[in-house]
Structures are given as structure tokens and as C-alpha cells.
């Protein structure tokens, strides 16, 4: 009995190892500015995907719908939509960034992508209120498409 719960410890640890040891020798460059806003803006368009994801999964009925589970991603995401913003500074154009000059070229543009990208996650929070999936789908195919545009414009190949 002991020996089972300890085995799967055992494998998370390693696993957690193997995991630190990759991201050490992986050749991306340190973020050695000061207040880091790269790998602080990354941290939150990652957290952003991993909500979104099983989102994306439920409209596309591979997972089971739950509303207040599918509530409280939407509105995570709608948070999540102000945050990256402030850590895209005047002084953080420099590797590991994936971000293209425009972000620094084009302000008002990349403003104005910010803000579809609010407007829909404050549509889709509304939609998730109503409860209904046709009202759903659309919402949530438009936060992704305010994903993915800005992406084309403001984002880079690594
Ligand atoms: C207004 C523009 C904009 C919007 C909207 C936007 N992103 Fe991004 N995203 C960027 C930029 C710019 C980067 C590159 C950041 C960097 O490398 O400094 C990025 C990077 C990312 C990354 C990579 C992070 C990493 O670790 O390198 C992920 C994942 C991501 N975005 C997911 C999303 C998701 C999901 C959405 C929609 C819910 C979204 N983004 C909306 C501009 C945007």
C-alpha cells in the first residue's frame, strides 16, 4: 500500500526535473532586464491560452459543456485581457521577444487590437451568462479570431 501512493511521487519528481533541466538548456536567451517585462508578458498570454483551450473544446463539443466552469474561464479571460499590455515598455523590444517592431512602430494599432481583443471577451462573458451555446460559439470564435489577428500583425516567427 505504502509503496503505491510513493511510486507516483517518485514519477512527478522526476518528471519535474526532466522539465526544470529542459527549460535550462533550451537555447531561448535569459530575460536579463531588470523588471523582466518579456517573460512577465509571456506569462500572461500563456495563462491566457491554457484558459481559453478547453474553452475552445467545449464549443467544439469535445468536452462537456459546464456553465459555471465555462463562466469562470470567460471571465478569467476577460481579466486576463488587461494585463500583457503594461509590460510591453518603451525599453522592452529584446530577445526572447517574439514581438514584432510594429507593437513599437504602430501604438495606435496595437491599441486598437487590445481592444477588440476586450470587447470580445466582455461579449463572451455575456454570452456565458446566458447560458446558451448559439450565443456561445460566436462569442468565443471572435476572442480567438482577436487572438489570431493580432498575432499576424504584432507577432513574429520565434
Ligand atoms: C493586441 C495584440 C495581441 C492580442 C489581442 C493577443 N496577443 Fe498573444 N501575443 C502578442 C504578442 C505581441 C506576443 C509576443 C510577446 C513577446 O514575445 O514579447 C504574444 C504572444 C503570445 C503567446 C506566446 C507566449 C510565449 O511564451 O512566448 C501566446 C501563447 C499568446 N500570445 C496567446 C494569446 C491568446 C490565447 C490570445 C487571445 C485570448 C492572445 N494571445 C491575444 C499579442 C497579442
Not at 64 to 76: E, H
Not at 86 to 97: A, E, I, K, L, R
Not at 103 to 118: E, I
Request: glycine share 4%; with cysteine.
Amino acid at each position: 500500500m505504502e509503496k503505491t501512493q510513493f511510486m507516483p511521487r517518485i514519477l512527478l519528481l522526476s518528471a519535474i526535473v526532466a522539465t526544470l533541466t529542459l527549460t535550462a538548456c533550451s537555447n531561448e536567451p535569459l530575460d536579463t532586464h531588470p523588471d523582466q517585462p518579456v517573460t512577465k508578458r509571456k506569462a500572461v498570454f500563456k495563462q491566457m491560452l491554457r484558459t481559453l483551450e478547453p474553452m475552445g473544446m467545449v464549443v467544439r463539443e469535445r468536452e462537456d459543456y459546464d456553465r459555471q466552469a465555462f463562466l469562470a474561464g470567460a471571465m478569467k479571460l476577460k481579466q486576463l485581457a488587461n494585463e500583457p499590455w503594461v509590460h510591453f515598455t518603451p525599453d522592452s523590444n529584446y530577445p526572447p521577444t517574439r514581438a514584432k517592431p510594429e507593437v513599437w512602430q504602430k501604438p495606435a494599432d496595437f491599441t486598437l487590437a487590445q481592444q477588440k481583443l476586450k470587447e470580445s471577451t466582455d461579449q463572451l462573458v455575456k454570452a456565458a451568462e446566458s447560458g446558451n451555446m448559439g450565443q456561445i460559439r460566436p462569442a468565443l470564435n471572435s476572442v480567438e479570431e482577436s487572438c489570431k489577428s493580432c498575432h499576424q500583425d504584432f507577432r513574429g516567427k520565434v
